[in-house]
């Protein structure tokens, strides 16, 4: 090469490099769709395993600032089936602070002086920038020895400890069979024995339907294809490896209908238990039926709403007519587990209650305006309400979630409430106690440190 050619190659090569630079440091663009690089999965699973520590101890460290962890069981109060209540405010506010002067405050200042607490920002998924489907290592333990089906991730496990999340394996009341009392008999119900359990007490859809929702089917992280998070080919996610038994096990995921990812909402699993007598499903979405949320579940809530990457892994598309209606009807035999101090009008019998109790749900009518979406017998309005909770806080990102404004929220049933810790749609109130104090705060009803308590006693008798 000659000098005459020798300088314009070398000019465009720089020119060339400097374009490749320029277009390398643009930020990616926005994008409704799954960003699927195709990698060798063992140079993937390496690189996720390898970053596994350091991605548990960044949410370890935020959930140890905001919360206080330790097992601290309620006194004489426990769950259905005898786990123990978590008690006490678990949110911690700063030093010199204290909830009675936030109470006092207005949201305008609370927001100025920057002093909401950190344990009522949203709570981001343990790797909001990667997300999917989590679970408490006792369900993927027993699922793992009953069904030889592992619900491992190789690059994420759990946050939250055991002691506060429902107890497990949740009982099962059906509303057609109230005289059976808990016909899970104690077990969790999976494919390996839901025919034992339920053959001669469900009818033939029913039981079918059943069977729906206790097989795998394919999901973002656990399928067979080359990009998911299981260590080997996985069959899939059952329905009930979240609602266990009906119930809530609080798995964890994102929802998949926002976009872009630092606003997607981690989801608490909520329980499937009284789904007859609600007429809004999902926590945001207000689907109108039962149905419409068993097809949404399969077909866009397994891969993140995205139809594309779903029709890649696997999409088990039901059939409406049989498969959705079958599993529909088992769902609405889901009842809310007995509450031996009410009355068929939801309140409580003056008789059985102890004055506490009484005095709490007092405050629960009145002061403390929870009634004004809790309505007796089932203590829901079948609504979605925008609490406004943004009031209180300047926009943030905690470990990849944007705190800000979350958006009107459906109002779930308050019967059973407490056999289904933590709380909020998003994991965020670890005890019924943290649920009253945040509550207290978003509606201004400035109650007494007594008050407070009495309504904690009647919320753990609906």
């Known amino acids: 090469m000659n000098r005459s050619t020798q300088f314009p190659a070398i000019a465009s090569l720089t020119l060339l490099c400097a374009l490749g630079s320029a277009h390398a440091a643009e930020p990616a663009r926005p994008t ?173 859809k029913q039981l079918e ?36 038994n009906g119930h809530t096990n609080a798995a964890t995921h994102l929802v998949g209908d926002i976009r872009p990812q630092e606003h997607r909402h981690r989801i608490d699993t909520p329980s499937l238990r009284g789904v007859n007598v609600q007429r809004l499903f999902g ?21 993140d709403g995205d139809p594309v990457i779903a029709t890649k892994k696997g999409v088990n598309i039901l059939e409406r007519g049989s498969q959705v209606h079958f599993m529909a009807e088992f769902e609405a035999l889901l009842d809310f587990p007995p509450a031996p101090k009410l009355g068929w009008d939801g309140r409580l019998d003056p008789k059985k209650a102890g004055e506490a109790e009484l005095r709490g749900q007092e405050v629960f009518f009145g002061k403390g305006r929870c009634s004004t979406c809790h309505t007796p017998p089932y203590y829901t309005d079948n609504l979605m309400h925008n609490l406004q909770v943004e009031r209180f806080f300047k926009e943030k990102t905690i470990n990849g979630r944007l705190a800000s404004a979350d958006g009107p929220i459906k109002t779930f049933p308050l019967r059973g409430i407490k056999d289904s810790p933590p709380y909020l749609h998003d994991d965020r109130l670890l005890t019924l106690d943290d649920t009253v104090e945040f509550f207290n705060l978003v509606l201004e009803t400035r109650l007494s440190a007594d008050e407070k308590k009495d309504l904690v006693a009647f919320l753990r008798q609906l």
């Open 283 to 303: 926590s945001q979405r207000a689907l109108k039926t039962v149905e419409d949320f068993t097809e949404f579940e399969q077909r866009a809530a397994y891969f």
């Open 209 to 244: 339907g059943l069977r729906l929702l206790v097989v795998p089917f394919p999901q973002q992280q656990f399928n067979l294809t080359a990009d998911r998070r299981s260590e080997r080919p996985s069959l899939g996610v059952a329905c009930f490896d979240c609602h266990a």
């Open 32 to 204: 409704s769709y799954t960003n699927v690089i195709e990698e060798d999965f063992g140079a993937v699973m390496a690189r996720m395993k390898g970053q596994k520590a350091q991605i548990e101890q960044r949410q370890s460290a935020l959930l140890q600032e905001r919360y206080d962890l330790s097992n601290r069981p309620a006194s004489g109060a426990t769950m259905s089936r005898g786990k123990p209540l978590q008690e006490g405010v678990r949110v911690k506010l700063r030093s010199g602070q204290s909830w009675d002067a936030l109470a006092a405050m207005t949201p305008e200042e609370i927001k100025a002086r920057d002093l909401w607490p950190a344990g009522f920002y949203p709570l981001p998924h343990p790797n909001h920038a990667e997300g999917g489907m989590l679970f408490p290592k006792f369900q993927i333990d027993e699922v793992n020895k009953q069904a030889r089906r592992d619900l491992t991730r190789f690059d994420l496990d759990f946050d939250l400890p055991d002691h506060l999340l429902p107890e497990f394996p949740a009982p099962i009341y059906l509303t057609t069979r109230p005289d059976l009392g808990d016909v899970s008999k104690g077990k969790l119900v999976t494919s390996d024995n839901y025919y034992e359990l339920f053959n001669g007490v469900l009818n033939p």
